[in-house]
C-alpha cells in the first residue's frame, strides 16, 4: 500500500525559497516514479515535477522549470521539492504522488497521478 506525508509548506515572501518534503512508503522504483502537483481551488491540478526513482531522471513542467528542483533521498524515503524564485502564482495546496507514465496525457506533464497525500499549503505574500 502506497503512503505518501507531505509536510515543509508555509508562507513565504515573493522571490524566497521553500522545501517541501514528502515520506514516502509502499512504493516499487520498477513500476512507479514520484511527483510533486498543486492544486488552487477552482482550477485543475496542475503537474509540476517528477523523478524516476529506477534512474532518477527528472522531468518539469515548463512553468517551473530553472526554478523548482525534485530529488530524493532513498534511504530516508523522502522525496523533496526546493522551490526558489517563488512567485505569487506559486500559492497552492502542494502534493506528492506516485506517477506513471501517460501518453495521451497533456505534453505539459505527461503523468497520470494514482495516489497522493494530504497535501502541504503554501502561500506567498509579501
Known amino acids: 500500500q502506497v503512503e505518501l506525508v507531505e509536510s515543509g509548506g508555509g508562507s513565504v515572501q515573493p522571490g524566497g525559497s521553500l522545501r517541501l518534503s514528502c515520506m514516502f512508503s509502499?512504493?516499487?522504483?520498477?513500476?512507479?516514479?514520484l511527483a510533486w502537483f498543486r492544486q488552487v481551488p477552482g482550477k485543475e491540478r496542475e503537474g509540476l515535477a517528477l523523478?524516476?526513482?529506477?534512474?532518477?531522471?527528472?522531468f518539469y513542467n515548463d512553468s517551473v522549470k530553472c526554478r523548482f528542483t525534485i530529488s530524493r533521498d532513498g534511504i530516508k524515503k523522502t522525496l523533496y521539492l526546493q522551490m526558489d524564485r517563488m512567485e505569487q502564482s506559486d500559492a497552492a495546496m502542494y502534493y506528492c504522488a506516485n506517477a506513471t507514465c501517460d501518453s495521451g496525457g497533456p505534453p505539459a506533464f505527461p503523468y497520470e497521478l494514482n495516489t497522493w497525500g494530504q497535501g502541504t499549503q503554501v502561500t506567498v505574500s509579501a
Open positions: 523523478i524516476d526513482l529506477a534512474s532518477d531522471i527528472t
Open positions: 509502499g512504493v516499487t522504483p520498477s513500476t512507479f516514479s
